[in-house]
């Protein structure tokens, strides 16, 4: 059993910045690719960003160019930097782990979750 533990949510007005941290225990996270999703209220949880085990990424539409994704494999952390938030990106980020090293844009593909943390962009 994998746990991860998500970080770093809060309330950031329009255009602002948040850092997300995702911290996932265990000898073996530099083998596996990680992505972010997120749920808005009402809505399906939608991908955001993937990360290879290495440093292949793929981020969505929606977020590319505002958002980036990164490991530290010796912290096993994914961070997911984003930048010029916007009113619609509010959502709980929940950070998860794929079954695999390669990336991954279907939920399906990820077994392990964290819990999610908030993140509110007002307008």
């Known amino acids: 059993q994998v746990q991860l533990v998500e970080s770093g949510g809060g309330l950031v007005q329009a255009g602002g910045s948040l850092r997300l941290s995702c911290a996932a225990p265990?000898?073996?996270?530099?083998?596996?690719?990680m992505g972010w999703f997120r749920q808005a209220p009402g809505k399906e949880r939608e991908f955001v960003a993937t990360i290879s085990a290495g440093t292949y990424t793929y981020e969505a539409d929606s977020v590319k160019g505002r958002f980036t994704i990164s490991r530290d494999d010796a912290k096993n952390t994914v961070y997911l930097q984003m930048s010029n938030l916007k009113p619609e990106d509010t959502a709980v980020y929940y950070c998860?782990?794929?079954?695999?090293?390669?990336?991954?844009?279907?939920?399906?593909?990820?077994?392990?979750w964290g819990q999610g943390t908030q993140v509110t962009v007002s307008s």
């Open positions: 998860a782990q794929a079954r695999s090293r390669v990336l991954k844009v279907d939920r399906a593909e990820y077994n392990y």
């Open positions: 265990g000898r073996t996270f530099s083998n596996y690719a």
